[in-house]
């Protein structure tokens, strides 16, 4: 069992920035692909982003793509989401999620593992 612990959400307001981490505490992030999702109220979860094991390749949806950028720290222990010029439309909880299997996928029940979750809120 992979246990994955988010941070860094809040309220902001429209073209502010958050940046969110995952730890896996006790775990090696490279032994995984790593994802974030979101999901906002009435609307089922969707991708945001994916990173490699290596961090070396990265994958975005088009709505976040020159916005927000997923890296992972040197130790790989942790995985970021920076999110820049935040928009009302990024209203979400955001979850970050771990995927064993090689491979990239954008489908979320393609994750193994995920996290309990953080609120992003952001206002007009």
């Known amino acids: 069992q992979v246990q994955l612990v988010e941070s860094g959400g809040g309220l902001v307001q429209a073209g502010g920035s958050l940046r969110l981490s995952c730890a896996a505490p006790?775990?090696?992030?490279?032994?995984?692909?790593m994802g974030w999702f979101r999901q906002a109220p009435g609307k089922e979860r969707e991708f945001v982003t994916a990173?490699?094991?290596?961090?070396?390749?990265?994958y975005y949806a088009d709505s976040v793509k020159g916005r927000f950028t997923t890296s992972r720290d040197n130790a790989k222990t942790t995985v970021y989401l920076q999110m820049n010029s935040l928009k009302p439309e990024d209203t979400a909880v955001y979850y970050c999620?771990?995927?064993?299997?090689?491979?990239?996928?954008?489908?979320?029940?393609?994750?193994?593992?995920w996290g309990q979750g953080t609120q992003v809120t952001v206002s007009s």
């Open positions: 999620a771990a995927r064993s299997a090689i491979g990239f996928t954008n489908r979320w029940n393609d994750y193994n593992y």
């Open positions: 990173i490699k094991r290596s961090g070396g390749t990265t």
């Open positions: 006790g775990r090696t992030a490279s032994s995984y692909a």
